[in-house]
């Protein structure tokens, strides 16, 4: 039931992109065809993520999706990467647009319940630190990110960041290969592009 609710979640972002040819139409197919495996345990979790990418993607963000699972399995927040739209916001990385949406609507700390968030790509300095501060249990990332991700460099945090860090699991989710793959490409679709777009800036 549980991965029912969540593949019919990730087909409604993928009705909203645009069938035809290109990366995007490739990567909106594959998604739309796969069938998370029951032998990785958060496969359909990190599925998700990758439909919420792609829909980053196509709204020319950056290409990573997250959300936010409570202790029951429930997805209670979900979001992508809106960097440059709906305008420019420098702060609104995915993990980022999905503790705001969480947070915004509980002022209390802390919530009932043990959260974790799945993101797409391993999380940045500024989003790891936040989520070190959040009351969120255990962080899975589902793409390494050599270039940019901070989970593997922990231990370069600042002493204070990183003892709350440690109070939390940041590790690679249980996904099948295929799937990693695909957040790892889908977040390569326009890196470039955007990356010196900020440059720019």
């Excluded at 409604?12 to 998604?31: D, P, T, Y």
């Excluded at 997250?66 to 029951?72: K, M, S, Y």
């Excluded at 460099?153 to 860090?165: F, H, K, N, V, Y």
């Amino acid at each position: 039931m549980r991965d029912k609710v969540i593949r019919e979640l990730g087909q409604q972002h993928l009705q909203k992109l645009q069938s035809g040819v290109g990366v995007i139409s490739h990567w909106r197919e594959f998604l739309a065809d796969y069938q998370p495996l029951a032998q990785h345990p958060d496969d359909a979790y990190a599925w998700l993520t990758c439909a919420l990418a792609l829909e980053g993607v196509a709204s020319d963000n950056f290409g990573v999706g997250a959300i936010l699972v409570d202790a029951g399995g429930q997805v209670v927040a979900q979001g992508h990467n809106q960097v440059f739209h709906p305008y420019f916001r420098s702060d609104r990385h995915a993990e980022m647009v999905v503790l705001d949406s969480w947070e915004d609507g509980r002022p209390q700390v802390p919530w009932p319940g043990w959260l974790t968030l799945f993101t797409s790509v391993e999380s940045c300095p500024m989003c790891l630190v936040r989520l070190a501060c959040a009351d969120v249990g255990r962080v899975l990332f589902v793409a390494e990110d050599a270039i940019g991700g901070m989970v593997q460099r922990m231990d370069s945090l600042p002493p204070a960041w990183l003892a709350l860090a440690r109070t939390k699991t940041f590790a690679q989710a249980q996904c099948s290969p295929e799937v990693a793959h695909a957040a790892g490409q889908i977040f390569q679709i326009n890196l470039q592009e955007l990356n010196a777009r900020l440059r720019r800036k």
